[in-house]
T-cell receptor, first 111, second 117 residues
Framework: DAKTTQPPSMDCAEGRAANLPCNHSTISGNEYVYWYRQIHSQGPQYIIHGLKNNETNEMASLIITEDRKSSTLILPHATLRDTAVYYCIVNSGGSNYKLTFGKGTLLTVNP | GAVVSQHPSWVICKSGTSVKIECRSLDFQATTMFWYRQFPKQSLMLMATSNEGSKATYEQGVEKDKFLINHASLTLSTLTVTSAHPEDSSFYIC?????????????FGPGTRLTVL
């Protein structure tokens, strides 16, 4: 699976949009981009995934660049409960379902 | 989304004893489950892949005789830490993949915090 690079930490004001970047310049054509988050002392939670089109669900939006070498997770109206470590993971699925977690980005939402 | 439970949520044991952690998929059948370990302020590290009805596949550097995995049914996988030592103290997390999902969304348990005295 391709390696990802994320900033170690970010801050966001409550109510504002949080934009979390991820670089995955070595992504291959059949690899998806997944985002998970982990609130302190809990198991990770799936947020969203995409292949090449932008995606939106009730939690977030995922913007993938046209060359697929980077993506941005957008939390449109961040709340204090969104404070967590956010992981960007690239995975091809198929017979390899193993998720490799990097260090992620610690997003702190401030009041 | 689907729910995965773990039991116990925390356990304290003496050095040398064995501890069993259960991971259950509550509303779906999981042919594949994963076990992770997370040390303080570090990321999750995959320990092994648990396949129903067959032997687990361990990641490099993980001792299979120390971390026994059993996936006897489509809803239950167990991790037994044998002869636990203080360095095994960690946060153990399992995940399960719903095979009916068309993509690799995995559902994670809440984790089990193991403290070995």
């Amino acid at each position: 699976d391709a390696k990802t690079t994320q900033p170690p930490s970010m801050d966001c004001a409550e109510g504002r949009a949080a934009n979390l970047p991820c670089n995955h310049s070595t992504i291959s054509g059949n690899e998806y981009v997944y985002w998970y988050r982990q609130i302190h002392s809990q198991g990770p939670q799936y947020i969203i995934h995409g292949l090449k089109n932008n995606e939106t669900n009730e939690m977030a939006s995922l913007i993938i660049t046209e060359d697929r070498k980077s993506s941005t997770l957008i939390l449109p109206h961040a709340t204090l409960r969104d404070t967590a470590v956010y992981y960007c993971i690239v995975n091809s699925g198929g017979s390899n379902y193993k998720l490799t977690f990097g260090k992620g980005t610690l997003l702190t939402v401030n009041p | 989304g689907a729910v995965v439970s773990q039991h116990p949520s925390w356990v304290i044991c003496k050095s040398g004893t064995s501890v069993k952690i259960e991971c259950r998929s509550l509303d779906f059948q999981a042919t594949t489950m994963f076990w992770y370990r997370q040390f303080p302020k570090q990321s999750l590290m995959l320990m092994a892949t648990s396949n129903e009805g067959s032997k687990a596949t361990y990641e490099q550097g993980v001792e299979k005789d120390k971390f026994l995995i059993n996936h006897a049914s489509l809803t239950l996988s167990t991790l037994t830490v044998t002869s636990a030592h203080p360095e095994d103290s960690s946060f153990y997390i399992c995940s399960a993949r719903d095979p009916l999902a068309g993509y690799n969304e995995q559902f994670f348990g809440p984790g089990t915090r193991l403290t070995v005295l």
